[in-house]
């Protein structure tokens, strides 16, 4: 609870306390323990980035800078980007074969409706030139670059809101599963994954900072606030969002402005199809190759399939009818 909502439930619960003692003073406290609850058990302890700052200053990056940003009213502490991602993790570790055999056929029906291939289907007529550019180049078809675009952020609607300072920041500062753990369902947690989920956490505490680097470095090549490149809940940008550190390493600038916007589309367009060649994409290669590559971009079996099945309506869309 903020502390002007407080002061201003007291000062109502104290006008009220005084007109009638009696029959007010005790269902009032109740409320306000109530309220305190409801409100003060989910709000973060505010962060102490100092860690933080001194691992990134030890690696190049400015003090004074780092200080400044770390300082600003817009930095928050958000661990529920670490918590849930270990939660994933401890979930995905519980599944039986049961229900791996079934992921591997299970697809996101939504992607598939007719409605959503024919909005799908009219993105790569009206962009043909620069798909068919993409697929010249890379080797990867238009139906599997526009069917990544459409699941990662419906055509380039939805790129996320995110601060993406504040999701990647708190996942490096969470390394420690103590950390996270207020923030974790507690049921999820036990003696036997203990271990797996403190270990998890650190890498993913490691991925974090380094992406995190790889954002601030990203803001100040592009002369940019990085406080204000919004993104996905776990820190991803961009049309085909992209984690920062990939922005260096498959970022393409395609319409050679000087900069990899990947919030433009022809930077993005090429940008996928340049991940996936870098991740083993060959012109020809059969399902369970196509498979493995996208997996690569998400690492999630069923994105696998819903990618492959939403790529194979839009190739029957744009096959010539006889
Ligand atoms: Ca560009």
């Excluded at 947690?189 to 203990?194: D, F, S």
Aim: charged share 25%; with cysteine.
């Amino acid at each position: 609870m903020t502390p002007r909502l407080s002061a201003a439930i007291t000062v109502i619960v104290l006008q009220r306390i005084r007109k009638d003692p009696v029959r007010i003073v005790f269902p009032s406290i109740f409320a306000i323990i109530f309220l305190l609850l409801l409100f003060g058990s989910v709000r973060p302890a505010a962060a102490d980035w100092k860690p933080l700052v001194e691992r990134l200053a030890a690696d190049g990056f400015n003090r004074q800078t780092l200080e400044a940003l770390f300082d600003r009213p817009e930095v928050r502490f958000e661990p529920d980007a670490m918590a849930d991602k270990i939660q994933a993790l401890l979930r995905s570790r519980s599944e039986s074969p049961d229900d791996i055999a079934r992921l591997k056929t299970t697809v996101r029906e939504s992607y598939l409706s007719n409605r959503v291939i024919a909005r799908a289907h009219s993105y790569i007529l009206e962009n043909r030139a620069v798909l068919d550019e993409v697929h010249a180049l890379y080797g990867v078809p238009k139906e599997i670059i526009v069917s990544i675009l459409l699941i990662e952020t419906h055509l380039g609607r939805n790129t996320g809101n995110r601060r993406v300072f504040n999701r990647l920041a708190s996942m490096a500062l969470s390394a420690d599963l103590e950390t996270v753990r207020p923030y974790m369902s507690g049921s999820l947690l036990t003696p036997e994954n203990w271990e797996f989920a403190r270990r998890r956490c650190r890498e993913k505490g490691d991925w974090a900072y380094n992406e995190f680097r790889a954002l601030l470095r990203l803001a100040d090549l592009d002369g940019l606030d990085p406080l204000e490149i919004r993104g996905s809940f776990y820190g991803a940008i961009g049309l085909c969002q992209f984690m920062p550190s990939n922005v260096f390493s498959y970022g393409v600038d395609a319409d050679q402005d000087g900069r990899i916007n990947l919030f433009a589309k022809t930077d993005a367009l090429h940008s996928i199809a340049n991940y996936l060649r870098g991740h083993g994409w060959r012109p020809g290669m059969d399902r369970d190759g196509e498979h493995h590559v996208i997996f690569g971009y998400n690492q999630s079996t069923v994105y696998a399939n819903t990618v492959l099945a939403v790529a194979e309506k839009l190739k029957d869309r744009n096959r010539p009818r006889p």
